[in-house]
């Protein structure tokens, strides 16, 4: 999807990360093979609806391109709205599932002149399918080109990788021609070179993702570093934190990255206080006096969830420096005790060197890459008589 980005953005090697070429090589390979199979399924796609048939009329062929693109434009709005959050704090897993969605929809338009009567849900499908993909890798692309800039020099990087992208598209589709031309009435042989080609792109996108060393603390990435920090004092670097985290769906990883999830999935940010128990909500009211009088945000468990509630005047290091301290509860009372006094104890004493120390080791600790915290709640730090709002 992403085209021949070497090494010709202005300033290599230092104005990139070392992760940009491995990347690019495995990203600009995925590329060809995606441009190839699009003239392999667009091929039978337009043969479908009847091109070089005398049978098929204009106003049908547009119809039916009218329904599937229509399609297409509705998934990309309602798919931005529901998960357009998350694109920023899970750029790498939504980097792969738009490839993977994208081979979903080149496969339904070959799929659908074998069904004629289910054609146009077929090819809506994989309209559909390509919408997810046109919305997360134009999100995931911002925030990578981002990662990759360390000198100011995104826009420089962008640009140079839209027209290399250009010429790659132009080499995949003179390919792909070639091939369909060859391949025109063996249908066995087209299904072949198309199955082929598409396991090579889902292993080229799984190595171009697993390249990636991101800096950016999200909720994997700061689970990671927190238990390791509370087991051995030390920090992890980017590339180890890389070799570690999840690029695939949870429910396909290993036992040990399930027990790190599990912990952060533990955690819910910037929770409305309505939503409380009304016990919950005098315990929090304690809490405002007594730990928490001098913070910037409370945590109240419920339910085995520890609740992060944000004070409507908390930057982005509050943000941060909340999900540490409720990582820290969730890991202390693990034997099933909630014990403010100890987080809060663990907090004074290590959160500075902590965030000293994965600093050093080069990860960015001004903020959380998260959702927005839209409830917050006002109240008084360092005051004895706490009202919440």
């Not at 690019?24 to 070089?52: C, E, H, K, N, P």
Request: charged share 15%.
């Amino acid at each position: 999807m992403c085209g021949f980005s070497g090494e010709n953005a202005k300033g290599f090697p230092t104005s990139v990360t070392p992760d940009y070429v491995p990347f690019q090589f495995w990203d600009s390979l995925q590329g060809l093979s995606t441009y190839i199979r699009t003239m392999l399924s667009t091929q039978a796609l337009l043969s479908a609806i009847g091109v070089g048939e005398k049978s098929a009329t204009v106003i049908g062929a547009t119809f039916q391109w009218f329904l599937r693109d229509l399609t297409g434009m509705l998934g990309g709005v309602l798919f931005t709205f529901y998960q357009g959050s998350n694109l920023d704090s899970n750029a790498k897993m939504w980097r792969l599932v738009a490839d993977l969605m994208n081979d979903l929809g080149m496969l339904m338009d070959l799929v659908s002149p074998l069904f004629p009567s289910a054609f146009v849900f077929i090819v809506c499908l994989g309209s559909l399918s390509r919408s997810f993909t046109g919305v997360a890798s134009g999100a995931t692309r911002a925030a990578l080109t981002q990662h990759f800039a360390l000198e100011n020099n995104a826009a420089d990087i962008s640009a140079k990788e839209g027209s290399q992208e250009t010429v790659a598209t132009m080499i995949g589709m003179a390919l792909g021609m070639l091939l369909a031309r060859i391949t025109t009435g063996q249908p066995l042989v087209i299904w072949l070179l198309f199955l082929s080609l598409t396991m090579f792109h889902m292993y080229a996108n799984y190595r171009a993702v697993r390249c990636l060393s991101l800096t950016t603390l999200n909720w994997e990435r700061s689970s990671i570093l927190v238990l390791h920090f509370m087991e051995t004092c030390q920090g992890l670097s980017p590339e180890r934190v890389s070799a570690i985290e999840h690029v695939l769906p949870i429910w396909i990883t290993s036992w040990s990255l399930k027990s790190v999830n599990s912990l952060h999935r533990r955690v819910h940010l910037g929770v409305r206080i309505s939503s409380l128990s009304s016990q919950k909500m005098e315990n929090l009211l304690q809490l405002a006096g007594s730990h928490y009088r001098k913070a910037m945000y409370m945590l109240v468990e419920e339910s085995g969830t520890i609740n992060i509630v944000m004070h409507k005047d908390s930057s982005a290091t509050d943000v941060l420096q909340a999900f540490i301290h409720a990582l820290v509860m969730a890991k202390l009372s693990e034997a099933g005790k909630f014990d403010h006094r100890e987080s809060q104890l663990w907090m004074e004493k290590h959160y500075a060197e902590f965030i000293s120390k994965i600093q050093l080791l080069g990860w960015k600790t001004e903020r959380l890459l998260c959702p927005s915290v839209i409830w917050r709640a006002n109240w008084t730090p360092g005051s004895s008589d706490e009202k919440l709002e």
